[in-house]
């Protein structure tokens, strides 16, 4: 699946480019940050090579509409919860941050706690791609026979673990005021590249 709306015409010259949530996704030149998984530097370069992708082909498979995707292993550079993100890595030090189906499992304070850290720990003019899934698309799926189960799961959260339990739920309004609140400017949305109705949302720090 083609994700080129997650690429940056900067990217390759950052240096310092964080993956919140990472989950089974280890992307190349970034950062993968999780609350757990097997660290990085106990693989094989090969190994790591081999599990991991990038940033435009973001899912290294393509999704089937209302399927649960086969978990893969978690791998990771550093454990860490996103909420830590302010504490962990000095203010303006962070060219860019992605968080991809993973914030939504933040209440709302600590989702609104983590714009803010990232904001902080960004660098002019870094930016922060979020992508979660779409709450009045999801609510839309229960009108139909056929999708209402997806729907409810994609409201609960994946519930494979303790983490994966939903807890915040977002419109495109309320994103958009989430970022705007925190103070990121040049707010827009990008293309939808998820089978399921979702919102991915860049703001720059300018």
Excluded at 51 to 65: D, F, P, Q, V
Excluded at 82 to 89: D, L
Excluded at 109 to 137: E, H, N, W, Y
Excluded at 141 to 149: M, N, R, S
Aim: glycine share 6%; with cysteine; hydrophobic share 40%.
């Amino acid at each position: 699946m083609k994700t080129e709306q997650l690429y940056d015409a900067n990217e390759e010259a950052w240096l310092t480019k964080l993956h919140f949530g990472c989950g089974d996704i280890y992307l190349r030149g970034y950062t993968n940050l999780d609350v757990y998984g097997e660290l990085s530097d106990t693989l094989s370069e090969k190994a790591l090579l081999e599990h991991s992708t990038t940033i435009c082909e973001y899912y290294r498979k393509a999704g089937s509409w209302g399927s649960l995707p086969e978990r893969a292993s978690v791998i990771v550079d550093e454990r860490m919860r996103m909420q830590s993100v302010e504490y962990e890595y000095p203010h303006g030090s962070v060219d860019k941050i992605i968080a991809v189906q993973s914030m939504e499992y933040l209440d709302p304070i600590d989702f609104i706690t983590t714009l803010d850290g990232c904001l902080q720990a960004l660098r002019k003019p870094g930016v922060l791609i979020v992508s979660v899934p779409d709450m009045d698309g999801t609510l839309d799926l229960l009108e139909d026979p056929e999708k209402v189960a997806f729907a409810a799961r994609h409201l609960r959260g994946a519930e494979r673990d303790k983490w994966s339990f939903r807890r915040s739920w977002w419109t495109y309004e309320t994103l958009y005021k989430a970022f705007e609140w925190v103070g990121f400017n040049a707010v827009q949305s990008l293309p939808n590249f998820h089978v399921y109705p979702a919102i991915v949302m860049k703001g720059q720090k300018i």
